[in-house]
């Protein structure tokens, strides 16, 4: 039977160099796409009660990587994502649950 070790109930910060924010998308059905967002910050706050734990994620929409300059560039327009008017993706979880 293996155990989990949960963390210490508090605010804790995402540490970028040991994160990554990446995607996996289906080109036409016969490619996969696989890339990454290069900057993000966010946070985990671990609760007592941890189903009241919470993540909150930014994203920096136009760091996209998809190691194609050309599809990045697109990926970035108003067809996609429109960083110019969109610059961030953000995320805050709605609830937890164990798995």
Do not use: C
């Not at 994160?19 to 998308?25: C, G, P, Q, R």
């Not at 909150?56 to 136009?62: G, L």
């Not at 327009?77 to 805050?92: A, G, Q, R």
């Amino acid at each position: 039977m293996s155990t989990i070790t949960l963390p210490d109930a508090g605010t804790w910060v995402i540490d970028p160099t040991h994160t990554a924010v990446s995607f996996s998308a289906r080109h036409l059905m016969a490619a996969k796409v696989r890339g990454a967002f290069r900057t993000f910050s966010g946070e985990i706050e671990v609760n007592e009660d941890h189903a009241a734990s919470a993540v909150t994620v930014s994203i920096d929409a136009a760091t996209i990587d998809s190691g194609v300059e050309d599809r990045d560039n697109h990926l970035r327009s108003p067809d996609f994502l429109d960083v110019e008017n969109h610059p961030t993706i953000d995320f805050k979880s709605t609830g937890i649950r164990q798995a």
